[in-house]
């Protein structure tokens, strides 16, 4: 946040962009900073939430339940879009439409993301987080990703 205070007090237009995950939303030094960014009105800043429903421990979601995610944000004072976060054409329109929002207010992209996303047996996993990939599997991934298989 100091970033984007000291960007709007030297009159600077940039953008700072901040990536989260849905598991740090777990965290409450997370939120203290959600609502310092409102009440401060970083309109310069820009977070992007990867939620996969996945952290180390398991699915986020039973860890601790986080939705309605979207009304959460906007509560504490946020611009809020929720987008597919595998799609790259509605990722990059929402970073235009994140800019061009003229209100007073921090941005937040909600991108609902699939690990492993074009490869079938990547994505059939039950945790993808921290599986490594065998020498034999980066073969299957590459052709998979190559031919646009889908699951």
């Known amino acids: 946040m100091g970033a984007c205070l000291g960007l709007k007090r030297k009159g600077n237009p940039a953008f700072i962009y901040n990536l989260l995950s ?6 409450g030094s997370t939120w203290e900073a ?3 960014a409102a009440h401060w009105r970083l309109d310069n800043l820009i977070a992007l939430v990867d939620v ?11 860890i601790l339940s986080f939705e309605p995610l979207a009304d959460r944000w906007q509560a504490f004072g946020w611009h809020v ?16 439409a994140a800019r061009r929002h003229d ?7 909600l991108c609902d993301t699939r690990m492993g ?3 079938a047996f990547l994505e059939a996993r039950e945790k993808t987080h921290f ?5 034999h ?3 299957q991934a590459l052709t998979a990703l190559e031919i646009g298989e889908q699951p």
């Open 131 to 135: 599986i490594r990939v065998d020498e």
């Open 22 to 27: 849905d598991g740090e939303l777990n965290e």
């Open 117 to 119: 996303k074009g490869v």
């Open 103 to 109: 209100q007073p207010q921090p941005r937040v992209i």
């Open 81 to 96: 879009q929720r987008v597919d976060g595998n799609d790259l054409a509605a990722l990059v329109a929402a970073f235009d």
């Open 34 to 36: 959600v609502m310092s």
């Open 52 to 62: 996969n429903n996945q952290q180390a421990d398991g699915h986020s979601s039973e």
């Open 137 to 139: 599997e980066w073969d």
